[in-house]
Every structure is written in C-alpha cells, then in structure tokens.
C-alpha cells in the first residue's frame, strides 16, 4: 500500500477554497502517473504547530504508481509546484502539500526522503482519515495499526470532519 497525505490552507488559482484545491490535486495526479485507488473523507484541522494560519483542508489517499519511492516524492514535490506551492519558511501556509507517508511498509532514511514519514504517528490531521481509509495499517517502524497510534494522541490538535 502506498499512502499520501493531501493538505492545503491556501486557494490555489483557479480554485477558490483550500477544499477546491486538494479535490483539483487529486484529479491532477493520474496525469502525473498515479493513479488514485481510494480517499478518505476530508477533514478541517488546525495548523500544526499551532498559529494564526487558516485552518488546513486534509485527507489521506491509497495510490498506486510504477514509480519507486523517491521517483514518486519527486512527482509529489512537481504536482505540488504546479498548484503554486512556494516552500520558504517550515510550516509556512500553502496552496498544496503532498507527502509521501507510507510506500509498501518500506524504510527508507536519507536527506530526500525519510519512510514513513517521519511525523505521521504524531499528527491528527494525518491519523484520523487514516483510520478511516486503513484502521489496521502498520506503522512499519513502531509496529502499531493506524488505529492505535491514534489512540495514543494525547489531547488537542482539533479536527473537524467535512464529509465526502
């Protein structure tokens, strides 16, 4: 199983909403070579870490690609530059952020690229429509399913579930 994480807090051109954003993205990502098996709902969730940052539009998707795992950030990093993400500071607001969370339970640690991602039993925004897509997923470092990493979040990071 491969994993993405689909965020934005910024409308990028022509879309008029964040949600109208990560909706054109995964449209876009097909003509990029992957192909979209399923998605979980989209949520509303505060920035992480905390700020005065619009609120994120997130989700989590299943893909299927020919591309190995750094060929497929690459494509990820192209798509997300296509919708006009600009990186400058980290953490900053943006149009569009694709991460690669999980690709087939590999490990992978280098300066391109760290699998699974390495914040994702930390985050929320990440853990919630991943329980929704694929509650008995492994982490494949901790060893835990999806649904108990979530589980073991301490409070806070609020999330609002949109639906469709």
């Known amino acids: 199983m491969i994993l993405i994480g689909i965020g934005s807090n910024l409308a990028a051109p022509p879309a008029e909403t964040p949600l109208a ?5 995964l449209r876009a990502l097909p003509v990029s070579g ?6 979980s709902c989209w949520y ?3 920035p992480v870490p905390a700020s005065d940052q619009p ?10 690609s020919e ?29 569009l952020d694709l991460d690669l969370l999980d690709y087939e339970s590999r490990l992978c ?4 690229l760290t699998l699974p991602h390495p914040r994702l039993d930390q ?5 919630e429509p991943l329980c929704e897509l694929a509650p008995l997923w ?12 979530l589980a073991r979040l301490p409070p806070g990071q609020p999330i609002q579930r949109l639906g469709g």
């Not at 954003?21 to 993205?25: G, K, L, N, S, Y």
């Not at 795992?69 to 400058?88: I, N, Q, T």
């Not at 640690?109 to 391109?112: E, N, P, S």
């Not at 492994?138 to 990493?149: D, M, V």
């Open 44 to 46: 509303l969730s505060e």
């Open 67 to 95: 591309l190995d795992p750094a060929a497929l950030l690459d494509r990820l990093l192209a798509v997300e530059k296509d919708f006009g993400r600009a990186r400058s500071v980290p953490n900053a607001a943006r149009t």
């Open 109 to 112: 640690d280098t300066l391109a």
């Open 34 to 39: 992957i192909q979209v098996l399923a998605r």
């Open 138 to 149: 492994h982490h494949p470092r901790l060893g835990l399913t999806a649904t108990e990493l």
């Open 123 to 127: 985050r929320r925004f990440v853990l």
């Open 55 to 64: 609120w994120f539009v997130n989700g989590v998707a299943s893909v299927a």
């Open 21 to 25: 954003t990560v909706e054109a993205a």
